[in-house]
């Protein structure tokens, strides 16, 4: 009889297990933020290389915290374009092609371009980067 209950125990666990999650799948569907955005749109400059025809052509869309800061932002989107040139700017080829570490670049460019607003409440939650091409 022991035998049956050593063999069943491992059973009764996962059957408790599934009744558990079973129950925690009925309960009412993650509520979906809605997610507001800022495109910069399309930016070109030269970037730290010996050739200065060579160029990065990139497009971000910044996430930000609410409908109010899209308004904000465009109207310091100058500020914003000015520190992305900045930071593209000081990338050199090596940095480009061989790390290539597009999350890492976008958190940068979050952080400087807050930091450039100068702003209480930091405005932009992230970056995407949607397009990236050496010219």
């Not at 593209?88 to 976008?106: H, M, S, V, Y």
Request: proline share 5%; aromatic share 6%; net charge negative.
């Amino acid at each position: 009889m022991k035998a049956i209950f050593k063999k069943l125990a491992p059973l009764v666990s996962f059957a408790l297990i599934g009744m558990f999650l079973l129950a925690a799948c009925d309960s009412e569907p993650p509520r979906v933020l809605p997610v507001h955005t800022f495109p910069l749109g399309t930016i070109s400059t030269n970037f730290n290389h010996e050739d200065p025809r060579r160029q990065i052509n990139t497009s971000i869309v910044f996430e930000v915290i609410d409908e109010d800061a899209i308004d904000e932002l465009t109207s310091l989107s100058f500020i914003i374009r000015s520190s992305v040139l900045s930071i593209l700017g000081e990338l050199t080829l090596e940095d480009i092609t061989t790390n290539r570490d597009l999350p890492a670049l976008e958190e940068r460019i979050v952080e400087k371009v807050n930091e450039a607003l100068g702003l209480n409440v930091n405005l932009i939650i992230r970056a995407y980067i949607t397009d990236f091409s050496i010219i």
